[in-house]
């Protein structure tokens, strides 16, 4: 099954973690393998109503939740992501990121909001994924918060000096 799968799209969708031949099928049925019908992933995660909405007046943000959908993909989509929960994966610590940032709900909608961009990325150019795992993820996540703590720093005056570089005082 899983070779007439790649055969008829062009890539092993399955390659994604949380994705397997069942959730293939029911994404591919639901949007078939030609892409060209929406201009970016971006224009395809909205139509599956996967992206936050913009509701502004006056500046002021009135909402930002996902419009209701349905739409079959999207589901696929959402059930791949909640599988993510335990998975060493790079997608499975952006999960569990977003879940502690956001609460399960909106951690699920914003992880298939990537699966969707990533399967989009990968019927339109080709591409194979490659997870780079959990360490992988942690390790950026760290270096970026670094980073910006130094920026911070910098801005008010101070400087920032890791705890491996300070001397020891007798």
Do not use: C
């Amino acid at each position: 099954m899983g070779e007439a799968l790649q055969r008829m799209s062009g890539v092993d969708l399955t390659g994604i973690d949380g994705i397997d031949t069942n959730t293939v099928l029911k994404i591919l049925a639901e949007i078939g393998t030609d892409m060209s019908r929406w201009k970016t992933a971006k224009h395809f995660a909205s139509w599956l109503g996967l992206s936050p909405g913009t509701k502004v007046s006056g500046g002021k943000v009135l909402s930002s939740a996902t419009k209701p959908v349905a739409n079959k993909a999207a589901a696929a989509f959402r059930m791949a992501a909640f599988t993510l929960f335990n998975s060493r994966s790079a997608l499975g610590a952006y999960l569990r990121r977003q879940r502690a940032r956001l609460g399960a709900p909106k951690a699920i909608t914003a992880t298939a909001h990537k699966l969707a961009r990533l399967v989009y990325t990968m019927l339109t150019h080709g591409t194979s994924y490659v997870d780079a795992g959990q360490e992988y993820y942690e390790e950026r996540y760290r270096s970026r918060v670094v980073q910006n703590l130094k920026r911070k720093a910098h801005e008010m005056g101070f400087e920032l000096v890791s705890m491996q570089e300070v001397p020891a005082s007798a």
